[in-house]
């Protein structure tokens, strides 16, 4: 495995300089597939910061050194701002060294950032490009779905992940995924480290895969969402579940169709209601909002509730600016952190609006709106850097449409 892997890595940095377009989708498949990049391959171990600096350079040899392309920023800028603001922020925090924090912050923004930074510029240059992210997600979809009902027989047992962590060097909690926790497959985690990156994957899949309604095969979207979904309620993710009944929702209002909406919140309703009446799946989604489910932990309203009043306890000490950790907002961040990402959401939306109206941006909006309901309910645990990748072609496939039209006009 470590061999195939280091194979795909080589494949990646010749075709950055070979041909961008193909490494940019080769490596955007290795990022939604591959949760580890430390492999050891000819002498050399190849690492996400590696990788990064490489790609990073053959981008600006092939658009400023070989086209003299103009290079564009501006789908990032919200990102950036809250990314500045955090460092910032890490300036004032406590308890944490800030030496550790840089480190992490360092990873995160490169992670988040070249990939998406690349991506862009090349659709936005190339249009043919757009198509083939595009199929690149797709077929991503498929493989971490397929492997996702595979995992529904093995009890906790993922011997991709397993195979990937051995050469890693780092453990896996079998105890943890089995399914003695009240779910009736254990916690599934498909091509990723932990259940919860799966959940926000499959909701982020959903949407993806809407948007591309008009521009592909009519029956492969139908598989697709049909094996999306089935993971949805398998996976043992209950908060995804939440996720996307409130993206439905928000989306049924946002274009008006006020019965439809209606008539969504009866199915989910009796959707619930049908699950409920199935024993095994009974308590996993009764917990949602009922606290005196006892086989499961994790998401149940009253724990949520308990867990954000837990947060001012755990940052009384600073509560300005927090204790410095990077992920999740309140307890890291503090009160200035909560306003960061205020400022955040509102730049978003103003980035998305000089796009075009509220109908033309409903589902780029959509999936924002997935991302923070899911990172809401769980926490924000560098979920960012999948929800980038999904946005950003779903913009670079906006922008190039609407080129288009125009230029035909």
């Not at 171990?45 to 990788?51: C, E, G, P, Q, R």
């Not at 492997?147 to 105890?175: A, V």
């Not at 932990?194 to 029956?219: A, D, E, Q, T």
């Amino acid at each position: 495995m470590g061999t195939f892997l280091g194979f795909i890595i080589l494949l990646i940095i010749v075709f950055s300089f070979v041909k961008l377009k193909i490494g940019v989708a080769i490596y955007l498949a290795y990022l939604l597939l591959v949760p580890y990049m430390q492999i050891h391959f000819f002498g050399v171990t190849f690492s996400y910061n590696l990788v990064n600096l490489i790609f990073l350079v053959a981008f600006f040899v092939d658009f400023r050194g070989r086209h003299k392309y103009r290079i564009d920023y501006k789908p990032l800028i919200p990102f950036a701002v809250l990314y500045g603001g955090y460092l910032i922020i890490m300036l004032f925090s406590s308890d944490t060294p800030l030496a550790y924090m840089l480190e992490k912050y360092r990873q995160q923004v490169m992670k988040i950032f070249i990939l998406t930074f690349v991506m862009w510029n090349v659709m936005i240059q190339d249009n043919t490009s757009v198509k083939l992210f595009r199929n690149v997600c797709l077929v991503c979809i498929a493989i971490a779905s397929i492997y996702g009902l595979f995992l529904t027989q093995t009890e906790g047992l993922n011997p991709y992940i397993m195979e990937l962590t051995d050469i890693s060097g780092g453990e896996y909690n079998i105890e943890y995924l089995t399914r003695d926790t009240g779910r009736m497959f254990g916690r599934i985690t498909s091509v990723f480290i932990h259940p919860m990156s799966f959940g926000l994957f499959l909701g982020l899949s959903l949407v993806f895969i809407y948007s591309c309604i008009r521009k592909v095969n009519v029956y492969i979207i139908a598989i697709l969402s049909l094996l999306v979904l089935i993971n949805v309620f398998t996976c043992g993710v209950r908060s995804v579940i939440a996720g996307l009944a409130i993206s439905i929702l928000f989306y049924l209002l946002l274009i008006r169709k006020f019965k439809i909406f209606a008539g969504a919140a009866v199915v989910m309703v009796i959707i619930y209601g049908v699950i409920s009446s199935i024993p095994e799946m009974s308590e996993y989604v009764s917990s949602i909002v009922d606290s005196k489910s006892t086989n499961i932990g994790g998401s149940s309203l009253e724990l949520r509730i308990n867990q954000f009043l837990g947060c001012f306890d755990i940052i009384s000490n600073n509560p300005l600016f927090g204790k410095g950790l990077i992920y999740v907002v309140l307890c890291n961040f503090g009160f200035v952190g909560v306003i960061l990402w205020f400022v955040y959401v509102f730049k978003m939306y103003k980035y998305m609006r000089s796009l075009g109206s509220i109908k033309e941006i409903l589902l780029p909006l959509t999936l924002f709106v997935f991302y923070l309901s899911y990172s809401c309910i769980t926490g924000e645990y560098g979920y960012m850097q999948v929800f980038i990748l999904f946005y950003i072609i779903m913009i670079g496939d906006f922008y190039v449409t609407k080129k288009k039209f125009v230029i035909k006009s």
